[in-house]
């Protein structure tokens, strides 16, 4: 595969350059043996450096301190597997997303001089995913961190009581039954939509006499005084694809053998996306968000927690009918 | 005749004798026996009696019958395996409190839900199953019965708090899964009194399929049910459809949809170790 490079000859024709391809995919140079090599390598990599994590004697984690009224915490990323119901102990039903939290670890600190001035900030990485179609920069990160590489890295603004050394695995018991929580993702793309289905315009009639005019927007605004279309007019575009995010959810039930949060209600995104998932900032909220796993829930084993968490008002589906 | 008396009396002096000889013979044996014994073991080893059999005659026996139930079949979804493991736990344990039976679309079902309205707070309604849909705990089931010539379809959740007792009354199945035709068919067919008592059905064997094919009430229906897209069989159409309608129904056929490879979804692996998962976790 040899690139040529066409010889300048002196000619007022475009010429066509063809610039030396620099990069290729990491096993095109390499043998079978050697792809199947490092793939191994690299998942055996991955186990160790997930088991020295949970391990926090080879570590030196830092100071845990106690939940202060105001104090912000972290969040987690999640996968949202899918949804199903859920109900009362008095009958009503109600629908819940599924979130499993996979291997999810606190990649890096910046410290309040370092982001922004006002609060420090950890950043967050999701599901593991293959080093080999990542640049290297992105790479380098996590290798600091001690931490197989992430699909996605979120910053969560923290207080600075809440703040966790890299490296530390968060798990699904971070929130408890009863908390309410804020849901973020990228909604589910729905391409170049037109204004009734991106903005909710209500269209024209479809018979008495409208010619081709049934979903079109109309009026485009005041006539001859602005005599121009204000910045901002609601018009046919893109929808969908860009971040959203659900507020107020009510965690129903945790699940801490797989890790998963089962969350109120629905959840931008599509199934088996990564979400971001952080404590509800509504002030109505605030009083059930009290006492939470502060700055997360470690797993060492000072706290025996059972399989299953859940709400006070949530019908369990293995308890006695009662007469 | 003297001969012939002399030739009876004679047969029965044989018999007579015959049956002496062999009860002395029988004795003969037996003693022999007894002695046999005597002579090698000692006294006779004593045989406990066989424990006795009780029959739970409270309990309906389960069906034998290999049966898995179609809501723990997952639908073909790009979701991870682990949601649908999940909700077959809970499926499960929801199962080891109420007894879901094994029951078909056309089977006849009395269902006793708690009602805070009501003043027993208990609210029993029976009727033919028409329809089960939804997978995983979301599963439901549509009972069909007429009531002071009104017809009432109720749709009940498996797996809800509220459901207290599910008992089949007559186990059937009928030509066809979904029995929607029913709303358009005689109000005969729909009919069940609410004194019905159980119909004895098999714990094994196939599930008796009832071939009856319903009279229709005069169109208009709610769905032009004789369309091939439905592909109903239980249904008489020869005495409410003329053959030219018939053939003007075929146009919406699609002779295609059996060779669509996309819509290709084989559940007998993914049954088979749902079933054994399923059993498994019942006998815990």
New interface residues.
């Given amino acids: 595969m040899t690139n040529t490079q066409l010889v300048n000859t002196v000619t007022p024709v475009i010429q066509c350059i063809r610039t030396h391809r620099t990069n290729t995919w990491w096993d095109e140079h390499l043998t079978e043996d050697n792809a199947s090599f490092l793939k191994k390598v690299v998942t055996e990599e991955y186990k160790q450096q997930t088991t020295d994590k949970l391990n926090p004697l080879k570590d030196e984690p830092w100071p845990r301190h106690e939940w202060v009224e105001g104090s912000r915490r972290v969040g987690l990323v999640a996968?949202k597997?899918?949804m199903?119901?859920v109900?009362t102990?008095s009958?009503e039903?109600h629908v819940v997303t599924?979130l499993?939290v996979q291997d999810c670890h606190v990649v890096k600190h910046l410290s309040k001089e370092e982001y922004e001035g006002h609060t420090a900030a950890l950043i967050v990485g999701g599901k593991n995913v293959s080093p080999f179609h990542r640049p290297e920069g992105y790479l380098e990160v996590f290798r600091n961190a001690g931490v197989p590489p992430k699909q996605k890295l979120t910053t969560f603004c923290v207080s600075d009581n809440a703040i966790i050394k890299p490296g530390t695995p968060l798990y699904a018991a971070h929130f408890r039954p009863g908390q309410y929580v804020d849901v973020t993702a990228k909604t589910i793309g729905k391409g170049f939509q037109g204004v009734m289905k991106r903005w909710g315009f209500k269209g024209q009639p479809a018979s008495h006499g409208q010619t081709k005019t049934h979903r079109r927007p109309g009026s485009l605004g005041p006539g001859g005084d602005p005599a121009k279309v204000f910045k901002g007019k609601k018009m046919p575009g893109r929808m969908g694809n860009i971040y959203d995010t659900t507020h107020g959810l009510k965690v129903w039930r945790v699940?801490t053998k797989?890790n998963?949060l089962y969350v109120n209600g629905s959840v931008p995104g599509h199934?088996?996306c990564l979400v971001k998932v952080r404590d509800s900032i509504l002030p109505t909220r605030l009083e059930n968000n009290k006492n939470p796993p502060f700055p997360t829930f470690f797993a060492d084993g000072d706290e025996e927690i059972p399989e299953d968490l859940y709400d006070q008002d949530m019908?369990q589906?293995?308890?006695?009918?009662a007469e | 005749m003297a001969a012939a008396c002399t030739s009876r009396t004679r047969q029965m002096m044989g018999l007579l004798r015959i049956l002496r000889n062999f009860s002395q013979n029988e004795r003969l044996l037996s003693t022999s026996v007894l002695r046999h014994n005597v002579a090698s073991d000692g006294p006779p080893k004593f045989t406990p009696p066989s424990k006795p059999v009780i029959i739970d005659k409270t309990q309906k026996e389960a069906s034998l019958r290999r049966f898995l139930s179609p809501e723990f079949i997952p639908p073909r979804?790009?979701?991870?395996p682990?949601?649908f493991s999940?909700?077959r736990k809970?499926?499960i344990?929801?199962r080891?409190?109420?007894n879901i039976p094994e029951f078909y679309a056309g089977s006849i079902l009395a269902v006793t839900m708690?009602d805070p309205h009501v003043n027993g707070n208990m609210n029993r309604f029976i009727g033919i199953c028409i329809q089960r849909s939804g997978k995983?705990?979301?599963a439901t089931f549509i009972l069909r019965n007429v009531v002071d010539g009104q017809g009432v379809e109720i749709c009940y959740?498996l797996?809800?708090?509220?459901m207290?007792k599910i008992e089949v009354l007559k186990l059937e199945k009928r030509l066809d899964d979904n029995l929607m035709y029913l709303r358009d068919a005689l109000p005969e067919y729909s009919t069940f009194n609410f004194d019905m008592q159980p119909v004895h059905y098999e714990i094994t064997g196939d599930v008796p399929v009832n071939l009856l094919k319903v009279k229709m009430r005069p169109k208009p229906w709610s769905k032009r049910w004789e369309r091939p897209k439905f592909n109903i069989k239980g249904i008489h159409f020869d005495l409410c459809l003329t053959p030219e309608m018939m053939e003007h129904a075929q146009k919406w056929a699609e002779p295609w949809r059996p060779y669509d490879m996309l819509k290709e979804y084989d559940t007998s692996s993914l049954e088979e170790h749902i079933f054994k998962e399923v059993q498994e976790n019942l006998r815990k």
């Fill in positions: 996968v597997l899918g199903m119901p109900w102990k009958g039903r599924m499993q699940n797989y998963i199934r088996n019908f589906f293995g308890e006695p009918m | 979804q790009r979701t991870n682990v949601k999940i909700e809970d499926m344990q929801r080891k409190v109420l708690t995983g705990l979301g959740e797996y809800s708090p509220r207290r």
